[in-house]
T-cell receptor
């Protein structure tokens, strides 16, 4: 595997479900990010991790819970989501604060 | 507040030159990025400007004027594969890499 990978690529869940999105970067970077991309809206930064510490939480509802166990892995735990949370969730990584490399995203649908 | 404006859509002809403009108003400025995003794919890094002036990289060039809060992406010798969304993003964060994205400009290259 190279670059930034994300699993699953597609996810359909009910509002009462609990699921997790996974991101793995194979670039040796020290910062990782979660973004939300909704139709017709700009990419929205959700969380930033630097050296496995959360350095940014961009007013994201608590039903989204990030976890960064090491510098290569990033998770987004989801619970009791709403239909308006349906979107493409993108993970990215960077070395320090240089350009970010994005994963292919997880297309999430909340029923 | 933070704000980035770019045109929603543009159309150009194969072999021609197109300029995509971006204006921004942000609380801080650590640099401006341009990303390309094909439909259904992850954004990929194109260019980074932190100082005023033109940065050239093959068929793509990017210009920045910090005093005017303005940037443009210039694409030369357009090819059909250049049909994509082009995202302007500003790093406005202090100690961390916090990007705010525009909604993107959807470029259609016609034969």
């Amino acid at each position: 595997e190279t670059g930034v990978t994300q699993t699953p690529r597609h996810l359909v869940m009910g509002m009462t479900n609990k699921k997790s999105l996974k991101c793995e970067q194979h670039l040796g970077h020290n910062a990782m990010y979660w973004y939300k991309q909704s139709a017709k809206k700009p990419l929205e930064l959700m969380f930033v991790y630097s050296l496995e510490e959360r350095v940014e939480n961009n007013s994201v509802p608590s039903r989204f819970s990030p976890e960064c166990p090491n510098s290569s892995h990033l998770f987004l735990h989801l619970h009791t989501l709403q239909p308006e949370d349906s979107a493409l969730y993108l993970c990215a990584s960077s070395q320090d604060w240089a350009e970010q490399f994005f994963g292919p995203g997880t297309r999430l649908t909340v029923l | 507040g933070q704000n980035i404006d770019q045109p929603t859509e543009m159309t150009a002809t194969e072999g021609a030159i197109v300029q995509i403009n971006c204006t921004y108003q942000t609380s801080g400025f650590n640099g401006l990025f341009w990303y390309q995003q094909h439909a259904g794919e992850a954004p990929t890094f194109l260019s980074y400007n932190v100082l005023d002036g033109l940065e050239e990289k093959g068929r793509f060039s990017s210009f920045l004027s910090r005093s005017k809060g303005y940037s443009y992406l210039l694409l030369k010798e357009l090819q059909m594969k250049d049909s994509a969304s082009y995202l302007c993003a500003v790093d406005y964060g202090g100690a961390t890499n916090k990007l705010i994205f525009g909604t993107g400009t959807l470029l259609a290259v016609q034969p």
